[in-house]
Antibody
């Protein structure tokens, strides 16, 4: 089972860009059997899929966020990244990176990273 | 988008008792060509990320105790904890992966009575 670890700033100013990186160990992001993605959870609330992609493929994004989100991979570092621009307080959340199983068109999430709290505040 | 609705919002069950959690999708998540329901269940304990319990609506993930079982088809699904243990106190989420955007239910919080 791979391990995923999120890194990046825990505080971002409004209107700026949130940038996070997920480092994967004990597994290759080059595998076509898996997607790699981001899911967030505002404090005390539920889960929201942000987007996901498999290495070399086109990313899929949640429509409400699509105009502000970029997910990309770096196979040389076995990492993938999230960029979310023009952030507001509504983007304050725990951000999880995750592996999504790609089987028969299915995309369940396993495993999840530990999560990183990103607060948007001036 | 497929909207996932979970009920109840919270549930208090005696130790050793049965917990029944419901999840309803706004559209059918059963794929006829492979006879699969595109639904997963997760458990989230306080301060931890969610953990996969069940996929294909009823297939238990390796290592998940057999007191957890999933059932249902089409638009109505159930997660049952047959004999609630203290370590099962958590919030449980369902997720559909029939179509993007992937969507989650709002969660059911399970507590000990």
């Amino acid at each position: 089972q791979p391990q995923l670890y999120e890194s990046g700033p825990g505080l971002v100013k409004p209107s700026e860009t949130l940038s996070l990186t997920c480092t994967v160990s004990n597994g290759s992001i080059s595998s076509r059997s898996y997607y790699w993605g981001w899911i967030r959870q505002p404090p005390g609330k539920g889960l929201e899929w942000i987007g996901s992609m498999y290495n070399g493929g086109s990313p899929h994004y949640n429509p409400p966020l699509k105009s502000r989100v970029t997910i990309s991979t770096d196979t040389s570092k076995n990492q993938f990244s999230l960029s979310l621009n023009s952030v507001t307080a509504a983007d304050t959340a725990v951000y999880y990176c995750a592996r999504l199983v790609a089987l028969r068109g299915g995309n369940w999430v396993d495993p999840w990273g530990q999560g990183i709290l990103v607060t948007v505040s001036s | 988008d497929i909207v996932m609705t979970q009920s109840p919002d919270s549930l208090a069950v005696s130790l050793g008792g049965r917990a029944t959690l419901n999840c309803k999708s706004s559209q059918n998540v059963f794929y006829n060509s492979n006879n699969k329901n595109y639904l997963a269940w997760y458990q989230q304990k306080p301060g931890q990320p969610p953990k996969l319990l069940i996929y294909w609506a009823s297939t238990r993930e390796s290592g998940v105790p057999d007191r957890f079982s999933g059932s249902g088809s089409g638009t109505d699904f159930t997660l049952t904890i047959s004999s609630l243990q203290t370590e099962d106190v958590a919030v449980y989420y369902c997720q559909q992966y029939f179509s993007t955007p992937l969507t989650f239910g709002g969660g059911t919080k399970v507590e000990i009575k």
